[in-house]
């Protein structure tokens, strides 16, 4: 396939006619051509492959192309999985669209998302039927008409194309959702719009999904559950784009956890004795309404005295380490109510008139029975190999979510994801330290993979500015640090009138420091927008490449993902080394792991972790050849140490100025 893919990228490529199909004009990168060769060769070889990409190189054609031929070549679709939501559309509406009218052979594309993606026709019309009642958000009946609208046109079912958000409470009894399927049974089989989705699926030789889709399914189909459970077909390769966020991700999916969240909402999906609502609130089943009302009561009390028990820790998330220390006191009061649901489940099944809420009943008794026995599994660590913490959230912070994730991912991923059979590409702009991936590799269990680290198209040492100035006090002294702090970004600030971004490692400091510079950007006239104070991600970057003279104040999902090419962003102020919260459950789980096996937790995990991360802050600045800009650091321990030289020995070659 080498041939074919040399010429395809050649100076002369097919790629000229891009802006024909709404491409971009074609520049010829050396760099392009070598990944797509050698991404074509692991296909073929059935061999794992890991590519640093930088920006510019063009990675998303140079692993397209020879995905798609491969495709077709072995009539099995290829999986692109990808991190972010921005990616995935920039694969299926602009690459793929150019692609299609490029390669001069027909094939076909699909996007893959979970099934409760979709809404359900058969329990969209059980709920047209059944009193305003059912609903206790305020305008969920306004709702559910603009959903019966929308339904009549829409041509995927999906939320996404939904057009606004609608009342979680009322998407989760009209969604698809596992074990609620009559299938061929339905009498909306024939236009079901996830049977369709997954028709598409079959029939695709490209496969675009998120990382958490791809990880969901991969644990599914470990635990057997394939027939309902996963989501992706067969497939002959995977492409894991945005992989160096890959190790979370995969250990987040092949964990377990339970919550307070969703034990509550399963049970007032069955009865909610103080509204009287609920699937089982009309009918002869007391004994079941009172089962489920004792175990609500019993959540309640269970994850209220969890709660007390946590508020008073200096910590959270907090760290669980011994097992059956917490007494589980709902374990029995969960199981009667879900053995009477079952039963009544099983009094209606059967009956055409009923049969719809059997399934109903069964799919919610299945959902509890997942939290019972994850609950069960967590409180007594049965998992080996994991961390088990817990975490609060919601608005009192009354909520409580229990999780267990794997401490090391690598032996897992070694057996379920790098077997021979299919060839894995994994590919990003940073994912080397001084050259060389193998920590990376070493992280996700495919030490194997061969390695190939290309060159940056751009020019740096003309295109960026690196400062570095001395004299800050040490960021761990916050109170004299962010002053001090604040009067290098006021000077960097000015040096480009705004144009920038100040990253972050945690929200106090962030906030700290916007008070701090409040006055300042007010008397500068320069808009600051800061992250979490009400205005959404998305929002955030739009407004600010709008107003070329603003700035952003973020945290981590600011240094990686983010791409501001031109005048928009000139400058990137990093105000601390991003080295992980050493005392997070999984941060601690992970160095005393590395410790016990004879290692060095700071430098075989902190140092590593944190130089990818440095490098990818140092990444959003330049996105173009005709980019240009400043990156401040103002951590002085990238200076003052002897581990700060591997973090600019991990940066392209600039100009330096050490002020």
Request: glycine letters at 4%; charged letters at 20%.
């Given at each position: 396939m080498s041939d074919p893919i040399e010429r395809f990228f050649s100076i002369d490529s097919p790629l000229r006619r891009a802006p024909e199909f709404g491409g971009r004009a074609y520049e010829y990168r050396p760099q392009q051509r070598t990944m797509a060769v050698a991404v074509a060769a692991h296909l073929e070889d059935g061999r794992n492959l890991c590519v640093e990409a930088p920006t510019g190189v063009g990675k998303t054609f140079?692993?397209?192309?020879?995905?798609?031929?491969?495709?077709?070549?072995?009539?099995?679709?290829?999986?692109?999985?990808?991190?972010?939501i921005s990616l995935q559309e920039q694969i299926l509406r602009k690459d793929v669209p150019v692609l299609a009218g490029l390669l001069g052979v027909p094939f076909e594309t699909a996007l893959a998302m979970g099934r409760s993606n979709y809404v359900c026709l058969r329990r969209l019309q059980a709920l047209g039927q059944i009193d305003a009642e059912r609903f206790t958000v305020e305008g969920a009946l306004k709702e559910l008409k603009l959903i019966w609208q929308w339904v009549t046109a829409t041509p995927t079912g999906s939320l996404g194309d939904l057009g606004f958000e609608p009342a979680r409470s009322l998407w989760e009894v009209i969604c698809c959702e596992r074990g609620n399927c009559l299938n061929a049974r339905c009498p909306h089989f024939r236009q079901c719009f996830l049977m369709r989705a997954r028709t598409r699926l079959q029939k695709a030789h490209l496969i675009v999904a998120n990382h958490a889709l791809f990880f969901s399914d991969l644990a599914m189909k470990q635990q057997g559950q394939t027939d309902e459970g996963g989501v992706l077909p067969a497939y002959c390769a995977v492409v894991l784009d945005e992989a160096h966020l890959i190790e979370d991700c995969a250990a987040e999916h092949l964990g377990l956890q339970a919550g307070s969240f969703a034990i509550r909402r399963g049970l007032r999906r069955l009865y909610h004795k103080d509204s009287d609502r609920g699937l089982l609130a009309a009918g002869p089943w007391a004994e079941a309404r009172d089962a489920?009302?004792?175990?609500?009561?019993?959540?309640?009390?269970?994850?209220?005295?969890?709660?007390?028990?946590?508020?008073?820790?200096?910590?959270?998330?907090?760290?669980?380490?011994?097992?059956?220390?917490?007494?589980?006191?709902?374990?029995?009061?969960?199981?009667?109510?879900?053995?009477?649901?079952?039963?009544?489940?099983?009094?209606?099944?059967?009956?055409?008139?009923?049969?719809?809420?059997?399934?109903?009943?069964?799919?919610?008794?299945?959902?509890?029975?997942?939290?019972?026995?994850?609950?069960?599994?967590?409180?007594?660590?049965q998992a080996e190999g994991h961390v088990y913490w817990f975490e609060r959230h919601g608005k009192d912070r009354r909520e409580v979510l229990a999780k267990a994730v794997p401490v090391h991912v690598g032996p897992l991923l070694g057996i379920s994801l790098f077997r021979p059979e299919v060839p894995v590409v994994l590919t990003s702009a940073t994912l080397a330290i001084r050259g060389g991936m193998g920590y990376f590799l070493g992280r996700i269990g495919a030490e194997q993979a061969d390695q190939l680290v290309l060159d940056t198209p751009f020019d740096f040492r003309t295109q960026v500015t690196l400062y570095l100035p001395r004299g800050l006090p040490n960021p761990n002294d916050t109170a004299q640090f962010i002053p001090a702090a604040a009067n290098h970004i006021r000077r960097y600030v000015q040096m480009t009138g705004g144009s920038a971004f100040v990253l972050f490692t945690s929200y106090a400091m962030m906030r700290s420091m916007a008070a701090e510079l409040a006055d300042f950007f007010r008397e500068a006239k320069l808009r600051v927008f800061v992250q979490g104070e009400g205005m959404p991600r998305s929002k955030m970057l739009e407004a600010f490449r709008e107003d070329i003279s603003s700035v952003i104040f973020g945290t981590s999902s600011f240094w990686t993902g983010v791409d501001v090419p031109g005048d928009a962003l000139r400058n990137v102020i990093i105000t601390r080394l991003p080295f992980s919260v050493p005392d997070h459950p999984l941060v601690a789980a992970r160095q005393e792991d590395i410790e016990s096996r004879g290692g060095r937790a700071f430098s075989d995990y902190a140092l590593p972790e944190a130089i990818l991360r440095f490098r990818q802050g140092f990444g959003r600045l330049i996105r173009s050849r005709t980019d240009s800009g400043i990156v401040v650091v103002l951590d002085r321990r990238i200076s003052a140490t002897g581990y700060g030289k591997a973090f600019l020995e991990s940066i392209p070659e600039c100009t330096v100025v050490v002020e």
């Open positions: 140079a692993y397209l192309v020879p995905t798609v031929l491969h495709a077709l070549a072995r009539q099995l679709p290829v999986v692109v999985a990808t991190h972010t489920i009302a004792r175990a609500a009561a019993a959540s309640d009390l269970f994850f209220g005295r969890v709660v007390e028990w946590l508020e008073p820790q200096p910590q959270d998330p907090l760290r669980y380490t011994v097992p059956g220390h917490i007494p589980n006191y709902l374990d029995v009061p969960l199981l009667q109510a879900i053995q009477a649901t079952t039963a009544t489940a099983e009094t209606l099944s059967g009956d055409p008139q009923t049969e719809g809420t059997a399934r109903e009943l069964i799919a919610v008794g299945d959902q509890l029975e997942a939290q019972r026995l994850n609950l069960r599994r967590f409180l007594d660590m």
